[in-house]
């Protein structure tokens, strides 16, 4: 990538122009030929900027140095913990490994992978990524604009959502923690599985196909136990709705 248009993207992270506005100055910067790269770029971070514009200078800013156009990386996670994963604009695939190694996959847009301590830490911006996980102990997730779905055998898990929708198989889940700010969320979890749930919601609906225990149902608040209970799901949900499904114990190991 040239200096011009890390330049470009140093404008854009710093918040002194929009996505639309990087994307003419691509344009003209790289000229004719490599418009549609320009186009498919900006577009995927249009969809995570628009409402939240104020927002990208702090998320962009660890990308602009150093940078790189997609990526193909194998981590082996024997030693490590957790997974961090930061995507604006865009989408992000989840799937299990059995090779005890972290697979990612991207084509284009931005990213950025380290390797700290036991936590992997992956950043993504305008591009789709896939990634092929194995079992893990903590999956920290936020996304501005862009969706999630597949299945992740993480154990406690932590989303946040500022627009997007979010469809997750996970298997191995014994804590879930969701604060969202617009868009679906559906997550299966293990049937089998002693849960105490909590949702607050403000805008939205949460329906469920599990033989839950309901304790409390109003119209902002909803608790309710899945067996025995004892493992915590807590939702937070400003708008959007929720949708809790169950996983078969047999369907476990390949959601």
Same mark, same amino acid.
């Given at each position: 990538m040239d200096d011009s248009i890390r330049k470009v993207l140093e404008m854009l992270s710093e918040g002194k122009i929009n996505a639309e506005e990087a994307e003419r100055l691509i344009n003209a910067l790289k000229g004719p030929e490599r418009k549609d790269y320009a186009k498919g770029f900006t577009d995927n971070i249009s969809k995570g900027v628009a409402s939240i514009l104020e927002s990208v200078p702090n998320f962009v800013e660890p990308f602009v140095d150093p940078i790189n156009v997609g990526t193909m990386e194998t981590i082996d996670m024997e030693n490590k913990q957790g997974l961090e994963v930061k995507l604006i604009g865009g989408s992000l695939q989840f799937s299990q490994s059995d090779t005890g190694? !972290?697979?990612?996959?991207?084509?284009t847009g931005i990213v950025r992978i380290n390797e700290e301590g036991d936590l992997v830490s992956i950043k993504v911006v305008g591009t789709s990524m896939n990634l092929e996980v194995p079992k893990i102990k903590t999956l920290q997730t936020k996304i501005m604009g862009g969706n999630i779905e597949g299945s992740c055998p993480a154990e406690e898990i932590e989303l946040v959502c500022k627009g997007g929708d979010i469809d997750l198989a !996970?298997?191995?889940?014994?804590?879930?923690k969701f604060n969202g700010y617009g868009g679906n969320l559906s997550l299966r979890i293990p049937q089998d599985g002693d849960f105490d749930i909590q949702v607050k919601k403000w805008m939205g609906n949460f329906t469920t196909d599990l033989p839950l225990e309901v304790l409390e149902d109003t119209d902002n608040y909803y608790k309710a136990k899945l067996n025995k209970g004892g493992n915590l799901i807590e939702i937070e949900c400003k708008a959007g709705n929720v949708f809790l499904s169950g996983i078969e114990p047999s369907d476990g190991e390949n959601v």
């Open positions: 190694k !972290l697979d990612a996959m991207s084509n !996970l298997p191995f889940c014994r804590e879930i």
